[in-house]
């Protein structure tokens, strides 16, 4: 009888493990800067980290009222994506730890959806990847956490079907 309390909870642990990282990688470096002396202007002219900025940095950068290369609505589209993916990542956390794989993987789904629209956003405007900039290991490990989520959430909903038939068995 202890064995299924002890995947339930394994199950819950490792389906909310993939959004959380989705949301602490909102402050991990999603860009590097390659081009030191443009990065410290930006950083000096701000006050913001610009040498290695997170999605929250850009936000950051993209508002601040000093800067004067950057259109007012791309500071607004910048921060509702960023917004949409931390609010569906966030959701997708608190269904997996509802036990709700695929409401989860659903939220999931429209997080990468997100990013992958910010991400597209920043390569046609010629953000990252740029002489300026290249992508960051917090862009990637949110890549990473996505899979480990969607996989997680099938593991979770197929174990659960297993565990099922079991009951019915007995």
């Not at 931390?86 to 709700?100: H, N, Q, S, T």
């Not at 597209?120 to 990473?144: E, H, I, K, Q």
């Not at 480990?148 to 959430?153: D, E």
């Amino acid at each position: 009888m202890n064995e299924p309390h002890a995947k339930v909870w394994a199950h819950r642990l490792s389906l909310a493990a993939g959004p959380l990282i989705e949301i602490i990688a909102l402050f991990l470096p999603y860009a590097v800067a390659k081009d030191m002396e443009y990065a410290t202007y930006v950083t000096d002219e701000t006050g913001m980290n610009a040498i290695n900025p997170s999605m929250v940095d850009f936000i950051r950068i993209y508002m601040s009222s000093d800067i004067e290369f950057v259109a007012g609505g791309q500071a607004y589209l910048t921060l509702g994506i960023t917004v949409a993916i931390g609010v569906f990542a966030l959701l997708a956390f608190l269904f997996a730890m509802l036990r709700k794989p695929i409401a989860a993987m659903v939220f999931d789904v429209l997080s990468m959806l997100a990013f992958a629209l910010q991400n597209y956003d920043f390569s046609d405007r010629g953000v990252v990847p740029s002489d300026t900039f290249a992508w960051g290991w917090g862009m990637y490990l949110y890549v990473v956490a996505f899979i480990l989520t969607v996989a997680c959430a099938i593991w979770t909903m197929i174990d659960r079907r297993r565990m099922r038939k079991q009951a019915a068995a007995a």
